[in-house]
Nanobody, 124 residues
Framework: QVQLVERGGGLVQAGGALRLSCAAS????????VGWFRQAPGKERDFVAA????????YYAKSVKGRFTISRDNAKNTVYLQLNSLKPEDTAVYYC?????????????????WGQGTQVTVSS
C-alpha cells in the first residue's frame, strides 16, 4: 500500500521560509515522480514542483521558480520542498503526490497517490 505523509507546514511571516517533507512508502517501481501541489480556499489545486525519483530532473511552476526548491533523499524515501521568500499568496494546503513515469508532471489528474496535505499560512 502506497502512503505519502507530509510534514512541515505552519505559520510564517512574509519573506520567511519553511521546509516541507513528504515521506513515501510502498512505491516499488524505480521510474516514478513525486510532485507538490497546493490548493488555496475556493481555488483549484495547482502544480508547484516535481522531481523524478531516479533521475536528476526537477520541474517548477513559474510562480515559484527561484523561490522554492524540490529535492529528495532516496535513502530516507523522502522528498522535500524548501519554500523561501514566502508571500501571502503562497498560503494554501500543500499536497505531495506520486505517479509512475515522468511525463506531464504538472497535471494533477495523472498522479495516483496523494498525501493528506499540510497547511502553509503566510502572514503579511
Amino acid at each position: 500500500q502506497v502512503q505519502l505523509v507530509e510534514r512541515g507546514g505552519g505559520l510564517v511571516q512574509a519573506g520567511g521560509a519553511l521546509r516541507l517533507s513528504c515521506a513515501a512508502s510502498g512505491l516499488t517501481a524505480s521510474d516514478y515522480a513525486v510532485g507538490w501541489f497546493r490548493q488555496a480556499p475556493g481555488k483549484e489545486r495547482d502544480f508547484v514542483a516535481a522531481t523524478s525519483w531516479s533521475r536528476d530532473y526537477t520541474y517548477y511552476a513559474k510562480s515559484v521558480k527561484g523561490r522554492f526548491t524540490i529535492s529528495r533523499d532516496n535513502a530516507k524515501n523522502t522528498v522535500y520542498l524548501q519554500l523561501n521568500s514566502l508571500k501571502p499568496e503562497d498560503t494554501a494546503v500543500y499536497y505531495c503526490a506520486a505517479k509512475y513515469g515522468t511525463t506531464q508532471l504538472s497535471l494533477a489528474n495523472g498522479y495516483l497517490y496523494w498525501g493528506q496535505g499540510t497547511q502553509v499560512t503566510v502572514s503579511s
